[in-house]
């Protein structure tokens, strides 16, 4: 479905005051803080690092230690992911990471 005049109005807007924020000491910090947390997530989830990983448990952990988010959800779901096993693990997120 192709966007409304009106909708590309209003994202154009909400881009140009995206953009200006970004040229703020704020926006600069945020800016910093997203590529060191980029680079983390791309060290943590590369491909040599995916295929070092010897257990489900070290990926549990993996990503308890660094999603916050998911720290409830994999209390829930550790069992399940400890019983598919490391290789089908890592080959699932080298397919989904590195396509």
Same mark, same amino acid.
């Not at 060191?36 to 060290?43: D, L, T, V």
């Not at 409830?72 to 399940?80: I, M, P, Q």
């Not at 290789?87 to 699932?92: H, S």
């Given at each position: 479905?192709? *966007? %409304?005049?009106?909708q590309r109005k209003q994202i154009e807007a909400y881009t140009?005051?995206? +953009?200006?924020? *970004? %040229?703020?000491?704020?926006?600069?910090?945020?800016?910093l803080e997203r590529d060191?947390? +980029?680079?983390?997530?791309?060290?943590l989830f590369s491909r040599k690092n995916l295929e070092s990983l010897d257990s489900p448990e070290q990926f549990v952990q993996m990503v308890r230690d660094n999603f916050w988010c998911a720290r409830?959800?994999?209390?829930?779901?550790?069992?399940?992911i400890i019983n598919h096993g490391i290789?089908?693990?890592?080959?699932?997120l080298v397919e989904l990471l590195l396509w």
């Open positions: 479905m192709p *966007l %409304t005049q009106k140009s005051k995206f +953009k200006d924020w *970004l %040229t703020t000491e704020e926006g600069r910090e945020d800016k060191e947390r +980029k680079k983390k997530f791309q060290n409830n959800l994999l209390r829930f779901n550790e069992k399940e290789e089908k693990i890592k080959g699932e």
